[in-house]
């Protein structure tokens, strides 16, 4: 018996369904909003007043000075020559590249 309830039962919400959808619906008209449209402009406000000026802030502390760092050690004098000079000769410049 419970299985012929149930095949009712589930025959009936096929033919509701099936004859539910078969109604006429009518067709959803969308309707155009208008558009406002702006005018002309009307005239120019009065200019506000100027804003009060801030106050300048307090100045910051100064900060330490750092310690002076240790002189290096200072170097050995050279040894005096022997009379001989030395001439260096450097190539001439070359010229440029046009």
Do not use: W, Y
């Not at 406002?36 to 009060?52: D, I, L, R, Y």
């Not at 300048?56 to 050690?73: I, K, Q």
């Not at 200072?74 to 022997?82: H, L, N, Q, S």
């Amino acid at each position: 018996m419970n299985r012929s309830i149930l095949h009712t039962a589930l025959v009936t919400g096929l033919l509701a369904t099936l004859g539910l959808a078969a109604c006429d619906r009518p067709a959803v008209v969308a309707v155009p909003v208008p558009v406002a449209t702006p005018g002309p402009a009307g005239p120019q406000g009065a200019t506000g007043e100027t804003g009060s000026t801030g106050n300048t802030g307090n100045t910051g502390f100064t900060g330490n000075t750092g310690a002076t760092g240790n002189t290096g050690n200072t170097g050995a004098t050279g040894k005096p020559g022997d009379g001989t000079t030395v001439i260096v000769v450097t190539p001439p410049a070359s010229a440029p590249a046009n």
